[in-house]
């Protein structure tokens, strides 16, 4: 099993990005799967999850602005950012039901 995650980067406030969650070993679709964040010197956040029926759900502070998905045909996982807020810049981690992890990727909301 193995998870890597991209497309973090720099982005401006009001901004967006899309992460991606590549996962090979295992099929995405048939486990629940989980975005989270770590933000520095704070304790790391599930941001947004789905289940392997397709029920999302997502932390408060990211509902309306974030959605988590996944491709069934190429197998990754995303997480689609929208309104970005300096608040929401961590280093992102995909997992399959917290038992593994990518390294993450990071992002930063700043003007």
């Known amino acids: 099993v193995q998870l890597v995650e991209s497309g973090g980067g720099l982005v401006q406030p009001g901004g967006s990005l899309r992460l991606s969650c590549a996962a090979s070993?295992?099929?995405?679709?048939?486990?629940?799967m989980i975005w989270h964040r770590q933000a520095p010197g704070k304790v790391r956040e599930l941001v947004a999850s789905?289940?392997?029926?397709?029920?999302?759900n997502y932390a408060d502070s990211v509902g309306g602005r974030f959605t988590i998905s996944r491709d069934n045909a190429k197998n990754p996982l995303y997480l689609q950012m929208s309104s970005l807020k300096p608040e929401d810049t961590a280093v992102y981690y995909c997992?399959?039901?917290?038992?593994?992890w990518g390294q993450g990727t990071q992002v930063t909301v700043s003007s």
């Open positions: 997992s399959r039901a917290v038992c593994y």
């Open positions: 070993g295992f099929t995405v679709s048939s486990y629940f």
């Open positions: 789905i289940t392997f029926g397709g029920k999302v």
